[in-house]
């Protein structure tokens, strides 16, 4: 609790009870590398016995998003997924049956994007990739 006070008051945001339980869930799920909706927030707060309403989580998500705390998602056809930011960078991999989300980081990747943009007479300031996947052998349709 006492890190979630330091981080809140380092972004910039007063500590209120809400912030700071929104924030212990959040860093939680990033230990077990998932992505959490509004909803999946306010689920987990119920069942720890908090009381703060959807709305109270909506405007809290996007105020640690304004703050760079969080990262908003907005992978294909889902709801927005939060993820407390990370200084290492990674990308996404989506799995259409599951909705399983897998992160991962390919130096090669990064460097081509790069060259790419510079190719183009840019400059990369940043990116987002998605995959989005299925399991290996499944002819699910899209
Ligand atoms: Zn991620």
């Known amino acids: 609790m006492a890190d979630q006070n330091h981080e809140l008051r380092r972004a910039g945001l007063k500590v209120t009870l ?3 339980k929104i924030l212990q869930i959040l860093e939680r799920s990033k230990d077990m590398e998932t ?8 689920k987990a707060l119920l069942d720890a016995g908090e009381d703060v309403g959807l709305a109270t989580v909506y405007r809290v998500l996007t105020q640690f998003e304004a703050a760079g705390l969080v990262v908003r998602h907005h992978f ?6 939060f993820e407390v930011s990370q200084e290492e960078h990674h990308d996404h991999m989506v799995c259409l049956e599951s909705g399983k989300i897998v992160e991962f980081f390919d130096e090669a990747i990064e460097r081509r994007q790069q060259e790419i943009a510079e ?3 840019y ?5 987002a990739l998605v995959l989005y996947v299925r399991p290996k052998g499944s002819d699910a349709p899209r």
């Open 18 to 20: 809400p912030r700071v």
């Open 35 to 42: 992505h959490l909706s509004a909803e999946d927030v306010y």
């Open 76 to 81: 294909d056809g889902g709801h927005a997924l």
């Open 119 to 121: 190719e183009h007479g």
């Open 123 to 127: 400059e990369l300031v940043d990116h």
